[in-house]
């Protein structure tokens, strides 16, 4: 019996250091950026920043444009710019299925359907939307079967649509919800919304009607976060633009680290607005008000 | 054995007797007390309180002589060498003032503050307060208090006393301490089925409205007791201009809903939002307009639902929190001035500043530019991040810091050596 609980006890004590250790040994090892295209013509506010297959969507928001650029042995090249008429203002971009783009234009408030390379598609297209049919979207999300979640505003809901736009079904926001601000779909196909103004996330399980409190009580560690993103192990990254800094999540909700802080020198941020995360876990954030964009690897 | 229960006896003896003595069971005689120890022997130094003693209204243990029913004779760990703190003194005797079912709870009561209103010793008003009626109230209400004291008409109870509507230490029944929900606690007085009633509410059934939406419930310039500022169609009484036509089945009903109804007037205003690259979000929410303008009538200018501070603050709940902690604060920020930056529509600025920030904005203010200072403009670059150039915000955070002078370091040296740092020492 002693024998037993003697196992038990010191299993338990070698798990938790493990964990522990698991816990702190996430490092952000700035890897540098861009802070201008390949025609030298610096990044003015970029607030949008896409993770595609084979290359990095910046939307170039203070110029009006997007820049395209590859990266290769953790750098950041070439700076294809490329201007959209259709969308004036890109502040949100989300990457989809064959290294499609979704942008947001803040002028039109409107989604817009880029192609792999930065040029126009369409607009997104509301189809069989339940009312109120005047969305208004906030942020969006692709899951891996190139469905979209669109955070709409005007509707207090995530609409979930097929990929060419037909309406599938809607998760109505929680009741006690403040201001959400972003959404992420995980790789099961769980949907997350970023509660901004109570610093909590909310969960939904694939295909379930309601959300569930997955991680809250986050004031602690996060001003006002903005965007919230899911990496291939689950975890969530959350980045806090009023102080500049990246919050960790756990798979299971639980607070995991707090990393970066304010400045204006490499590695620093000043009021980051959105990141994304590569294949190989290389984290890309839009360091908004350091006008470039600044990459990290993630060990 | 035997040691185990005469242990456990004397354990038991000394636990009773303890107990006795906390709760001073003794008599005057056991404790071989003075006669008049407990009260009458005070007043050989403690004279002042005769007159105290002469009082209309006294505390019951003051009545009958007995200071030891609050203080220790002997000391005290609290002020005033009271028996217990201030703050529960009161609840030895006393029941709870606050109902487990309040609605709404008078702060001073729930921190404990009886004798804020009430003198502990005596009185010349009734319950020991320590002064009449809405003299009491005002005492720490002093800017509803100055207001009253200004405006033209005033709200008939409220001349008379709080209490009319208001009750002192909790309320199960309404918000503010009202006895009652605030239309049921209005229309217990104002008939609502009044020729005149009807007549002023344009035969708009609004007997169960929220009539805090128009009406000041305390006092007004303006004879209805209506709120400052009142939205031109209510003021000109053509409530039909948003609302369906009073003898319709739904006359409360808006033509139009949300946003669309306040843009048959305010088209230009609308235009001009949804024209600008950045919204402010609130404004396309379900709610829209109505999420921070009340549509009637408000105390605040631009008909806002609360004090603009308030409002805002509702949202960016860390920009005030972080603004309370600051040592320099921005004056617009701390006088809840918001909209003196930032447009709370629209905008093409970044943060929805009415100007880009930050040289065009903060000198529209500011003067400084005008004279020398340091180099700033585009040409100049910040040497911590060539992609930026130097402009106020370099050195200044907008709201405020913990440092003196809006600065984002403790010194100006370290501020100046984040680029200079070929002057370190």
Known sequence: MMRTILSVVCFLTVACTFSAHAADSVKFKPLGGASQDAGNIPL???????????????????????????????????????????????????????????ALDGKTRKIARLAADGSFVGYLDYQNVPPPVDVVPRSMAV????????????????????????????????????????????????????????????KAAPDASTFQIFASDLQSYLNYAVTIDIDSQGRVYLLDQNDSAVVLLGP???????????????????????????????????????????????? | ?????????????????????????????????????????????????????????QHTPLKKNECTGCHNAHSSAHGKMLAVDSGSVCSACHPPMISKTAKSVH???????????????????????????????FTCHKALGGKLAKVKHRHAPVEKDCLICHRPHSSDNGPFLLKNDITQLCVS???????????????????????????????????????????????????????????????????????????????????????KNRIHWPVVSKEGCLGCHNPHASEDKGLLRKPMAQLCGECHIDTMKRLQKNVSRHEPVVEGRCTECHDPHSSNNLSLTRKPAD?????????????????????????????????????HRTHGTEFRKMLYYPTTTEMCLQCHEQLKR
């Open chain 2, 359 to 395: 040289f065009d904005l903060c000198t529209s203010c500011h003067d400084w530019g005008q004279h020398s200072t340091h180099p700033i403009g585009e040409k100049i670059r910040d040497p911590r991040n060539k992609n930026l150039s130097v402009g106020c915000a370099s050195c």
């Open chain 1, 143 to 202: 899951d891996a079967k190139d469905n979209t979640y669109i955070l709409d505003m005007q509707g207090e809901r995530v609409l979930v649509l097929d990929p060419g736009g037909k309406y599938i079904r809607h998760v109505p926001m929680p009741k006690e919800y403040g201001f959400v601000s972003d959404l992420a779909v995980d790789q099961k196909g769980a949907l997350f919304v970023l509660d901004s103004q109570n610093a909590r996330v909310y």
């Open chain 1, 44 to 102: 003015k506010n970029p607030e949008g920043v896409a993770c595609g297959k084979s290359a990095i969507l910046v939307a170039d928001t203070g110029n009006g444009r997007f820049v395209r650029y590859t990266l290769a042995n953790d750098e950041l090249k070439n700076g294809v710019a490329v201007k959209v008429a259709q969308v004036s203002y890109p502040l949100r971009l989300k990457a989809g299925a064959m290294d499609r783009v979704l």
């Open chain 1, 252 to 299: 299971d909700g639980s607070f995991q680290g707090r990393y970066l802080s304010f400045g204006w020198k490499g590695g620093q941020l000043n009021s980051p607005t959105q990141a994304c995360i590569t294949e190989n876990g290389t984290l890309v954030i839009a360091d908004r008000n350091n006008n470039r964009i600044q990459i990290f690897k993630i060990q």
């Open chain 2, 107 to 137: 702060k001073v009561v729930a921190e404990g503050g009886c004798m804020k209103c009430h003198d502990p010793h005596s009185a010349a008003s009734k319950d020991n307060l320590v002064k009449e009626g809405k003299l009491l109230c």
């Open chain 2, 1 to 57: 054995m035997r040691v185990r229960i005469f242990s456990f006896l004397t354990a038991g003896i000394l636990l009773i007797a303890c107990v006795q003595c906390l709760f001073a069971a003794g008599t005057d005689e056991q404790f071989k007390l003075k006669p008049g120890a407990r009260g009458n022997l005070c007043l050989k130094c403690h004279n002042s309180f005769r007159e105290k003693m002469t009082q209309k209204y």
């Open chain 2, 189 to 275: 007085c104002h008939k609502t089925d009044k020729p005149l009633f009807i007549k002023k509410h344009m035969g708009y059934p609004v007997a169960s409205s929220r009539c805090t939406g128009c009406h000041d419930p305390h006092g007004s310039d303006s004879s209805g007791l209506l709120l400052k500022n009142v939205h031109s169609p209510v003021s000109k009484r053509m409530c039909n201009q948003c609302h369906e036509e009073s003898t319709s089945p739904t006359p409360l009903n808006t033509k139009k809903d949300g946003p669309a109804l306040c843009r048959g007037c305010h088209n230009e205003m609308y235009n001009k939002t949804f024209d």
